[in-house]
């Protein structure tokens, strides 16, 4: 049996408790959008964080893809709602595979599964801590070590301020193990109009790590169109 090539291998893509919501959710409908495979996996607090900020109720026993995928993104404007859920109604949700935070027995728990790259989004001080130390205490942490000992693009997206010395040194470890450490710092320089332009520019700026996501954002020296 052959075995699927990189550009054709899942994404992992984890949600922690970390505030940004936001940008989880459109990080995977515009995943969606472009038919990537995504293996999926919450944990407690970021449903919590999910349903703090984006008002969407999660049962992680019992996860339905179809809570995140259709979702209209509170930030946009009653037209932009109705157009975004529309898009997704028609996206294949088989693309979509989830994983409880506790089941060690999921692919992305081995190295032997093939993926593109994983992406935690975000990335919470304690998600940020465990990997850093290599002390797995859940499925999301397990997955960015499988990730960091097989040498693939590993993503982590914190957002918080002010940051501690600890979370710096927790940084600079995982920043020379390879790991590239994406903060959710939107920029202003592509024409801001709304809230939903800032999430772009973060969610751009992370597929760029995978040659993804074309479109999101207008880049430096682009013009308007």
Sequence with gaps: MSQPSAAESPLVVAITGASGAPYALR??????RGK????????????????????????LRRFDPAILLSAAPPWALPEEQAAVAAEMK?????????????????????GSARTRGMIVCPCSGSTLSGIARAAAGNLIQRAAEVHLKEHRKLVLVPRETPLSVLQLE?????AAAGVVLLPAMPGWYHGVRGLGDLIDFVVARILD????????????????E
């Design 90 to 110: 028609r996206v294949d949700r088989s693309l979509l595979r989830y994983y409880h935070y506790q089941d060690y027995m999921a692919p992305i728990a081995s």
């Design 36 to 59: 990537v495979p995504v293996h999926l996996t919450v944990s407690p607090s970021g449903a919590a964080v999910i349903e703090q900020e984006l008002g969407l109720a999660i049962d």
């Design 27 to 32: 990080l995977l409908q515009v995943l969606a």
């Design 170 to 174: 927790n940084m600079h470890r995982l």
């Design 209 to 224: 790590q995978f040659e993804l996501g074309e479109g999101l954002m207008r880049r430096w020296g682009e013009s308007e």
